[in-house]
């Protein structure tokens, strides 16, 4: 089954805005990941939330983990074009060393 | 300091041959893993190794898939007879070592296998 779903599939803003996409899961976690992946490119990891942790930041980038509804976002302040790309929830569940990845959410930042 | 490698980058091969995929774990690492990423979907798991020992490979179809991570040298994921159905983004990712939580898994560019 699914365990990360994205939401949304794709979003398109113009440059500066702010961008948001969630994050659903099924089963509990230990953590919850958030990569990016440009076009025909390899996964960059973007930053990890424990289970334990409710709110995490780094640089433009705001993670929220709500386990009580199993459900993150992934908040891009003041976007760029250079953030265009596809944006992947992948989480581990308890025990496991398999990283369990949702369909992404394609992010296009118009200049 | 070296990321996860993978060769080659992009792979034709025709149904019916045979495809190896190369993966260099980072500097230290001593656990890969392999993913499969077909057009528009996110990774699936296919299997986990440490040095010389297959760990969980239950996402690996059982036919034609194998992998292997040798005492010496890159980890290898070899298709036999390769299919259409085959054709993907297979990415590498490795964990362990002094600088990264146990967690953290830094994946490769992946190598896109093209079955003509």
């Known amino acids: 089954s699914q365990q990360g779903e994205e939401d949304p599939q794709a979003l398109s803003i113009q440059e500066g805005e702010n961008a948001t996409m969630n994050c659903s899961y099924k089963?509990?976690?230990?953590?919850l990941q958030w990569y990016r992946q440009n076009s025909g490119r390899g996964l960059v990891h973007l930053i990890l939330?424990?289970?334990?942790?409710r709110e995490k930041h780094s640089g433009r980038l705001r993670v929220t983990l709500d386990t009580s509804k199993k459900s993150s976002s992934l908040l891009i302040t003041a976007s760029r074009a250079a953030d265009t790309a596809s944006y992947f929830c992948?989480?581990?569940?308890?025990?496991?060393?398999?990283?369990?990845f949702g369909k992404g959410t394609k992010l296009s930042v118009i200049p | 300091n070296a990321g996860v490698m993978q060769n080659p980058r992009h792979l034709v091969r025709r149904r019916g041959q045979e495809a190896r995929l190369r993966c260099s774990p980072m500097?230290?690492?001593?656990?890969v893993y392999w993913y499969r990423q077909l057009p528009e979907e996110g990774l699936k798991f296919m299997v986990y190794?440490?040095?010389?020992?297959?760990?969980?490979e239950s996402g690996m179809p059982k036919e034609r898939f194998s992998a292997e991570f040798p005492k010496e040298g890159p980890s290898i994921l070899r298709i036999q007879q390769v299919v259409r159905g085959d054709s993907a983004a297979y990415f590498c990712?490795?964990?362990?070592?002094?600088?990264?939580?146990?967690?953290?898994?830094?994946f490769g560019p992946g190598t896109r296998l093209t079955v003509l």
């Open positions: 089963t509990s976690i230990n953590n």
């Open positions: 500097k230290g690492h001593s656990h």
């Open positions: 939330i424990r289970s334990n942790e």
């Open positions: 990712a490795s964990s362990g070592g002094a600088r990264s939580s146990y967690n953290e898994q830094f």
């Open positions: 992948a989480t581990y569940g308890a025990g496991s060393y398999q990283l369990t």
């Open positions: 190794l440490q040095k010389e020992n297959i760990i969980d």
